[in-house]
């Protein structure tokens, strides 16, 4: 028994999804994007290196990518490479930390206080947003660049206002929060492997 015309069409429009997904990230491997990457990957191993930690903030899924991202530096980032923890934090903390801000601040304070409170100028921020435009992550690189902690940016669009006060950033070329979100995880992965990878050769951390 086949498929109703109604299944036959939420068929297709995944494979439409699949279609973009794959071409936006082709997009990506034609262009310059990966000198971004690792210029990136550079820049946070000089601030491990000596010293410093790599924080990451976003918003909804973009939240979800920085507590994801910190995780695979803080404890592994695949199993078959066991080494020492590499220093990395989500500023998406506890709730009664977020919920404390947001009714006491505001919300768009919740990230720049993190910085202002846990920052330190050997540090470097990374900051996520898919539109390049929210408030509380350009607050938060603002107070990064006061405190002469380092700034990075994984954007979508045009890069909005978030691209000026980031030292690098890489701005993916599409409107889709879907597409872009696919993207930065990929890129992210990626900037993980790139960071541990240095970190081991240059012999920051220890395999064990």
């Known amino acids: 028994m086949g498929l109703s015309p109604q299944s036959l069409q939420l068929v297709e429009r995944a494979r439409n999804q699949f279609i973009d997904s794959v071409a936006l990230k082709k997009t990506v491997l034609e262009g310059n994007y990966l000198e971004t990457l690792v210029a990136m990957a550079e820049r946070i191993v000089q601030s491990l290196a000596n010293g410093g930690k790599l924080m990451l903030c976003g918003n ?21 490479t066991n080494r020492s923890s590499i220093a990395a ?9 977020i919920t404390a801000c947001a009714n006491d601040y505001g919300y768009e304070c919740l990230y720049e ?36 902690i380092g700034t990075l940016g994984l954007l979508g669009g045009d890069g909005g ?12 070329p599409s ?34």
């Open 60 to 80: 909804g899924g973009s939240a979800a990518d920085a507590q994801h991202l910190a995780a695979e530096l803080l404890v592994r980032l695949r199993s078959k």
């Open 89 to 97: 934090i989500s500023l998406a903390m506890d709730t009664s930390t």
């Open 113 to 148: 206080r993190m910085v202002q409170g846990l920052g330190k100028p050997e540090d470097v921020l990374l900051g996520i947003t898919t539109s390049g435009r929210s408030e509380n992550i350009i607050r938060a690189l603002k107070a990064a660049r006061a405190a002469g």
């Open 161 to 172: 206002q978030t691209l000026a006060i980031c030292d690098i950033a890489l701005v993916i």
């Open 175 to 208: 409107v889709d929060t879907n597409r872009i979100q696919e993207v930065h995880i990929t890129a992210g992965h990626i900037l993980m492997d790139l960071i541990e990878h240095l970190m081991i050769e240059q012999g920051h951390i220890q395999v064990i």
